[in-house]
């Protein structure tokens, strides 16, 4: 190997056997630094070694040099932390959530950069990064629902959102320690005000038409050994259409959470249900549609009031329907999931004219939220006569001589 050394022994310059190019090394502070002069010539090497080796110096000298605690660190402080402090208050689906994003995506980009390194720069390379597709990309897999060719897809705004959303949390973890003097501003420098899209549902003819494919596959499924998981699914559509859940709610819901009460003010007879799910403990009062399936779920089930009301994913099964009576699409494109019938549970009380509070409070959210995802199904809740208000004009009187 060849050794060359310049001003005063600080850089080495060194070309391996095997290559024409030189190299060149230093240390500083005790830490050795190594780059490439992509130079043949000895005397042009020379010139960029000297110039990197300036750069360094100044580096060192503004602090720019010490990486100090990496993002890595600061996640595993993060995750420790976080896990413990908001436990009983943060669901564990909802803290494993912030663990596989960091896992995953955030980690693998920035997992070895210093903490002093991330600006709002790094923030918009991650974007595009997650935008990007990846050069190895495995187009022969099949969809299993489809059957065809798996394509490379985007991430959706609010899965990149809900990334940011992670890395920021860590660096306000890394700042609380003092790790970092203060957080870069990782917002979207392009964002537009986004247009507020109404939320898939199934217009009333198509949720008749969906339970009815959802029966027919109960009492004649395609196996006879789905015929449980089959009748469990038609069941859940007309609980979930009846009731607004959430799907994580319906998910965490036992049999000692529900009881069939005579309700006083609509002589009718209804579910009361204790839910738990992303808001903490609520409660919701059920329409009268969702009795009959729940008195079935316990004929067939005998279960004890611990069990798990939908101790089953029905996700395939549901989605091989919704396919089947061509209803996975509406008609702006968006698929439709099981929790498009919490979307048509407040679709159809809107549009029976139920009170939007009332509605909110059943389903455990806010009036806004309602009216921003909801809005087109308002029409029949405003009142004309307090709209078209006209005021009476006065007559002009000419007085005549």
């Known amino acids: 190997m060849e050794i060359h050394k310049i001003l005063g022994d600080k850089v080495s310059l060194y070309r391996r056997p095997n290559s024409s190019r030189w190299q060149c090394a230093t240390s500083i502070n005790g830490k050795q ?15 960029v070694a000297e110039d990197w080796y300036m750069e360094l110096r100044n580096k060192d000298r503004f602090g720019e040099l010490s990486k100090g605690k990496t993002f890595r660190e600061a996640a595993k402080k993060f995750e420790a932390e976080y896990e413990v402090i908001t436990s009983g208050r943060r669901s564990p689906k909802w803290v494993q959530g912030h663990k596989d994003r960091l896992r995953l995506h955030l980690l693998p980009f920035l997992g070895s950069k210093g903490l002093k390194e991330i600006t709002s720069g790094v923030g918009q390379e991650y974007r595009a990064h997650r935008m990007t597709k990846p050069k190895i990309w495995d187009e022969k897999s099949f969809d ?25 949390m860590v660096l306000k973890t890394a ?5 970092i003097d203060h957080i870069p501003d990782l917002s979207d420098p392009y964002r537009r005000q986004s247009k507020v899209e109404h939320r898939p549902w199934f217009t009333p003819k198509e949720y008749k038409q969906f339970y009815e494919a959802t029966r027919a596959n109960a009492a004649n499924p395609k196996y006879p050994r789905f015929k449980w998981y089959a009748e469990q699914l038609h069941d859940y559509v007309l609980i979930m259409a009846n009731t607004g859940l959430r799907p994580d709610e319906a998910k965490l819901l036992e049999y000692r959470d529900i009881e ?30 969702a009795v009959r399936p729940f008195k079935r779920m316990l004929k067939r089930n005998t279960p004890e009031m611990t069990d798990r009301l939908f101790p089953n994913d029905f996700k395939k099964m549901l989605n091989n329907i919704l396919h089947e009576q061509k209803l996975k ?38 009036v806004e939220m309602i009216e921003k995802h909801y809005a087109a199904h308002l029409k029949d809740m405003i009142d004309t006569s307090l709209v078209n208000v006209r005021r009476k004009r006065r007559k002009m009187r000419l007085d005549i001589d």
């Open 260 to 289: 069939i009460v005579d309700d006083e003010r609509t002589e009718e007879t209804i579910l009361e249900l204790e839910v738990r799910g992303k808001r903490g403990v609520g409660y919701c009062k059920s329409m009268p549609g």
């Open 175 to 179: 700042q609380r320690h003092g790790w």
């Open 33 to 47: 630094y190594r780059t490439t002069t992509k130079k043949s010539s000895l005397s042009a090497a020379e010139d």
């Open 329 to 366: 699409f509406d008609r702006n494109g968006k698929a439709r999931t099981a929790y498009s019938l919490r979307h048509s549970y407040i679709c159809f009380r809107l549009l029976e004219g139920a009170d939007i509070y009332q509605v909110a409070k059943n389903c455990r959210t806010s």
């Open 144 to 168: 299993e629902t489809t059957g065809e060719p798996r394509q490379w897809k985007h991430p959706a705004r609010n899965t990149i959102h809900n990334e940011v959303v992670t890395m920021s």
